[in-house]
């Protein structure tokens, strides 16, 4: 799925299942922040964010950092290896925002934490450890 280009002019390809979760590019000093609004396609009880939605985030999170990065130094194609979700608080009926900081990218590992949080960014609702096998060339 290609996202659309925003003022700055860039654009990026997340998977299939960001259009799902009904996620948006929000470019913040030049890195990919991903804003999923509150619906019933995200809902788990009344009310409140489901679980599976907010892992789902913090995941396309992640490939977006690292897709941005690996595309800045020729390309590469990544594979999942391992992803660990935390849940700090509950999700509410609020627009979430996640962002991926990329730990250590070598020649064929990236390490990776997403953050996600809705009102206030010192108060995250979950984290994420990722780890992927990157393909480079």
């Known amino acids: ?17 960001a259009e799902l979760l009904g996620c948006l590019i929000d470019w913040v000093d030049g890195a990919p922040h991903l804003v999923m609004p509150f619906g019933d396609h995200v809902m788990g009880w009344p009310g409140l964010l489901q679980g599976g939605a907010i892992a789902g ?11 941005h990065r690996l595309a800045s130094e020729g390309g590469g194609r990544i594979k999942p290896v391992t992803v660990t979700t935390d849940y700090l608080r509950t999700g509410r009926d609020h627009p979430t925002r996640a962002v991926g900081t990329i730990l250590r990218l070598g020649q064929r590992v990236a390490n990776v934490e997403a953050t996600a949080w ?4 010192v108060k995250p609702i979950a984290t994420a450890r990722l780890n ?5 060339g």
């Open 57 to 67: 985030l913090l995941e396309v999170a992640g490939i977006a950092a690292l897709t």
């Open 132 to 136: 992927y096998r990157i393909l480079r």
């Open 1 to 17: 799925m290609t996202m659309p280009r925003t003022a700055i002019g860039q654009a990026m390809v997340l998977p299939p299942y």
């Open 118 to 121: 809705q009102e206030d960014r």
